[in-house]
């Protein structure tokens, strides 16, 4: 409470930096409650208050090599609706994994990610997709150059064994509450591999 954006980004990067990485294509993402809806943005001078959220997204980079993730962290309490919108968040995550096997298509993905919105009540919550590719990235994006190869909505793109994807389960301004979770997921016979492995459970600190 009290400490800023801008503290939370220099701690990030400094431990970052410290375990060896290298300087990623994107800085991360920091931001609280208020600027929730500002896509690609990042920290401020803002001081965190109790009941903000604080969006975190961001990535190691090892030889170009990036491997993004991203959480929620509620300040002192979490609001109404939090815990409810959390476990959906990371159950649609679970489903788009599971779908995420070589030979399924980036929709069919999507389409397992929205199944579990919508049979929790939410069907009127739709993102333009529910992760991209990723890998080798250079500034200003860790999603290589142009468009990103996204799980759309109705994508015919058709998955491969060995591509590798940032996984997201984004719920934010659902009139329910609001929570962030985001992985990279290797796609494998078995379905999608996270490779990262922090916790996904909602956080109050």
Same mark, same amino acid.
């Given at each position: 409470?009290?400490?800023?954006?801008?503290?939370?980004?220099? %701690?990030?990067?400094?431990?970052?930096? $410290? !375990? /060896?990485?290298?300087?990623?294509?994107?800085?991360?993402?920091?931001? =609280? +409650?208020?600027?929730?809806?500002?896509?690609?943005?990042?920290?401020?001078?803002?001081?965190?208050?109790?009941?903000?959220?604080?969006?975190?997204?961001?990535?190691?980079?090892?030889?170009?090599?990036?491997?993004?993730?991203?959480?929620?962290?509620?300040?002192?309490?979490?609001?109404?609706?939090?815990?409810?919108?959390?476990?959906?968040?990371?159950?649609?995550?679970?489903?788009?994994?599971?779908?995420?096997?070589?030979?399924?298509?980036?929709?069919?993905?999507?389409? %397992?990610?929205?199944?579990?919105?919508? $049979? !929790? /009540?939410?069907?009127?919550?739709?993102?333009?997709?529910?992760?991209? =590719? +990723?890998?080798?990235?250079?500034?200003?994006?860790?999603?290589?150059?142009?468009?990103?190869?996204?799980?759309?909505?109705?994508?015919?793109?058709?998955?491969?064994?060995?591509?590798?994807?940032?996984?997201?389960?984004?719920?934010?301004?659902?009139?329910?509450?609001?929570?962030?979770?985001?992985?990279?997921?290797?796609?494998?016979?078995?379905?999608?591999?996270?490779?990262?492995?922090?916790?996904?459970?909602?956080?109050?600190?």
């Amino acid at each position: 409470m009290g400490v800023t954006e801008r503290a939370i980004a220099t %701690a990030a990067v400094t431990a970052m930096m $410290a !375990a /060896g990485g290298e300087p990623p294509a994107f800085w991360p993402f920091i931001r =609280a +409650t208020s600027r929730f809806n500002e896509d690609h943005t990042t920290w401020t001078d803002y001081p965190l208050r109790p009941g903000d959220g604080l969006f975190v997204e961001l990535s190691g980079s090892i030889g170009r090599y990036h491997a993004p993730m991203g959480r929620m962290i509620f300040v002192d309490e979490a609001p109404p609706g939090s815990e409810f919108v959390s476990e959906v968040c990371i159950a649609a995550f679970d489903a788009a994994c599971d779908a995420a096997r070589p030979g399924a298509r980036a929709g069919e993905v999507y389409a %397992a990610w929205q199944w579990v919105v919508d $049979a !929790a /009540g939410l069907s009127h919550y739709r993102r333009h997709h529910c992760g991209y =590719a +990723t890998g080798i990235g250079f500034p200003p994006s860790w999603s290589g150059n142009g468009v990103p190869r996204a799980l759309r909505p109705d994508s015919p793109t058709e998955l491969v064994d060995g591509m590798v994807f940032h996984m997201m389960s984004w719920m934010l301004e659902t009139g329910a509450g609001d929570y962030f979770v985001s992985d990279t997921v290797a796609i494998t016979a078995a379905g999608g591999e996270r490779l990262t492995t922090a916790s996904r459970e909602l956080r109050v600190m």
